[in-house]
């Protein structure tokens, strides 16, 4: 894994390992609570593997890295990512690390969500911010700020996409945003499970094709006008 390359001082390649489940690890290096370091069996011994001091470490050693390497767009569809936060950019980047086409559509004049109006510049720094979304847009994916759905975005452009709605809050919120967006979903998952989400989204909408393991819990949240 990451741990050992960084351990061989095979930074970049640690880079790459980590980018392939965390498009964001300079920012999941400073903001995550790091659950899994109070999880670590290496802590029966002396302590625990420090995971997320190591991401920051070799994503900010490896600032100048080439991107990823970025398959062509052969899945012949495309896919509108609403809303620029952390789920949004994690499916962005996945989707087009899939060979899908992406456009995100974010509201604000910048870029990244809770990421850049949530947190406090000290904990992450907007630098930091911008260069993790550098990487995702120079792997093809769109990002278009200041379109407001209803307004500078219509419903009829979007029906050509297939739809990635990412709210900053909870589930519920975004339920409420489907039912509006598809009529024929009629459906009150205030405390539903995610597989449960997922069946009753698939009776009412196409599953993405193509669709691997990675988009598996976020599967609920795409659907087709």
């Not at 011994?45 to 050693?61: C, G, Q, T």
């Not at 980047?93 to 406090?120: C, K």
Request: glycine share 8%.
């Amino acid at each position: 894994g990451y741990v050992s390359l960084i351990a061989e001082g095979l930074f970049g390649e640690a880079l790459d390992t980590i980018r392939k489940r965390c498009p964001l690890p300079g920012i999941c290096g400073r903001i995550c609570h790091h659950p899994c370091e109070r999880a670590c069996r290496r802590a029966r011994y002396d302590e625990a593997v420090a995971i997320r001091a190591l991401k920051r470490f070799v994503a900010d050693h490896e600032r100048d890295y080439p991107d990823p390497l970025v398959p062509p767009l052969h899945r012949g569809q495309s896919v509108a990512v609403i809303g620029s936060g952390p789920a949004g950019l994690t499916a962005a980047y996945d989707l087009r690390m899939d060979g899908y086409g992406v456009t995100v559509f974010e509201s604000e004049e910048e870029a990244g969500g809770m990421l850049r109006y949530g947190i406090a510049n000290y904990r992450l720094p907007p630098d930091v911010l911008d260069a993790e979304i550098d990487v995702i847009r120079r792997t093809g994916v769109k990002i278009l700020t200041g379109m407001r759905i209803g307004r500078e975005l219509t419903f009829e452009e979007l029906r050509s996409f297939w739809i990635f709605y990412d709210p900053p809050f909870s589930k519920k919120l975004y339920f409420r945003v489907a039912s509006k967006l598809h009529p024929d979903i009629f459906v009150s998952l205030e405390d539903t499970d995610p597989a449960e989400a997922r069946r009753v989204l698939k009776e009412h909408t196409n599953e993405l094709e193509g669709m691997h393991e990675p988009f598996s819990d976020t599967l609920v949240r795409i659907f087709r006008l």
